[in-house]
């Protein structure tokens, strides 16, 4: 699934400098636009390709940090991730503050720190790409696995006239390995989508659009075996 998230959350000037999503551009602003708009397509074009995870792509079990090292999302030299941030937000000295003024403490932290706004987003967006690369990966591998399970069963269904009992205890035993495997993935992709609440939350702040998917994608639709 693509995602527009380079439609989201600032606006660039002739300049390159992120700008208030919220303020309104004046006569001259807009005659800038077309310049703007190729700013933002070059910083989407960035970090637009999907990650690709390391050889050593970690197992079904793998933690977030795992999964991020395996796409190669490395903590920066200024040390301001997404997650930073996100905690500069929970700090007792601003957390029930306006959103605005929180957001404005961010910036004027980030100012000082001489830390770009947009390398944040792009944190964020990186770590949102490799959690929906490793899903994928994940749920290719369940689709296989009960693809594989669901042509067995085919090929012991042909032999069910000489073999029903014995073929029905195997038949079960596979779609108990579908229904394990296919239990486990949801789980995880329920933790997926609280992290990527998370991560959506604290980019929020700071977008007009956010950029973060959060939903759940359909369920894949059945494998079907040949026809007699």
Same mark, same amino acid.
């Given at each position: 699934?693509?995602?527009?998230?380079?439609?989201?959350?600032?606006?660039?000037?002739?300049?390159?400098?992120?700008?208030?999503?919220?303020? *309104?551009?004046?006569?001259?602003?807009?005659?800038?636009?077309?310049?703007?708009?190729?700013?933002? /397509?070059?910083?989407?074009? *960035?970090?637009?390709?999907?990650?690709?995870?390391?050889? /050593?792509?970690?197992?079904?079990?793998?933690?977030?940090?795992? =999964?991020?090292?395996?796409?190669? =999302?490395?903590?920066?030299?200024?040390?301001?991730?997404?997650?930073?941030?996100?905690?500069?937000?929970?700090?007792?000295? =601003?957390?029930?503050?306006?959103?605005?003024?929180?957001?404005?403490?961010?910036?004027?932290?980030?100012?000082?720190?001489?830390?770009?706004?947009?390398?944040?987003?792009?944190?964020?967006?990186?770590?949102?790409?490799?959690?929906?690369?490793?899903?994928?990966?994940?749920?290719?591998?369940?689709?296989?696995? /009960?693809?594989?399970?669901?042509?067995?069963?085919?090929?012991?269904?042909?032999?069910?006239?000489?073999?029903?009992?014995?073929?029905? *205890?195997?038949?079960?035993?596979?779609?108990?390995?579908?229904?394990?495997?296919?239990?486990?993935?949801?789980?995880?992709?329920?933790?997926?989508?609280?992290?990527?609440?998370?991560?959506?939350?604290?980019?929020?702040?700071?977008?007009?659009?956010?950029?973060?998917?959060?939903?759940?994608?359909?369920?894949?639709?059945?494998?079907?075996?040949?026809?007699?």
């Amino acid at each position: 699934m693509s995602k527009k998230w380079y439609n989201y959350f600032v606006s660039v000037d002739e300049a390159g400098q992120v700008s208030d999503p919220s303020a *309104s551009p004046s006569g001259s602003e807009a005659g800038a636009a077309p310049s703007a708009a190729q700013t933002i /397509a070059e910083i989407a074009a *960035s970090v637009a390709p999907p990650p690709k995870m390391t050889a /050593a792509v970690p197992g079904p079990a793998a933690s977030f940090d795992e =999964i991020y090292n395996a796409a190669e =999302i490395h903590m920066p030299a200024h040390g301001y991730t997404v997650y930073k941030i996100s905690d500069m937000l929970q700090s007792e000295h =601003i957390r029930n503050l306006p959103s605005e003024v929180k957001r404005s403490s961010i910036l004027l932290a980030l100012d000082a720190a001489g830390v770009k706004l947009q390398e944040v987003i792009e944190d964020a967006v990186r770590r949102d790409r490799a959690l929906d690369t490793f899903e994928r990966v994940q749920q290719k591998a369940v689709e296989d696995l /009960a693809a594989r399970k669901t042509e067995e069963n085919q090929k012991i269904q042909e032999e069910m006239d000489r073999m029903v009992a014995e073929h029905r *205890s195997r038949m079960q035993a596979n779609n108990d390995a579908i229904a394990k495997e296919r239990e486990r993935f949801y789980g995880w992709r329920l933790q997926k989508q609280q992290e990527e609440q998370k991560i959506a939350d604290t980019v929020s702040h700071f977008v007009s659009e956010n950029p973060i998917t959060r939903g759940l994608p359909p369920d894949p639709a059945p494998q079907k075996g040949p026809s007699k």
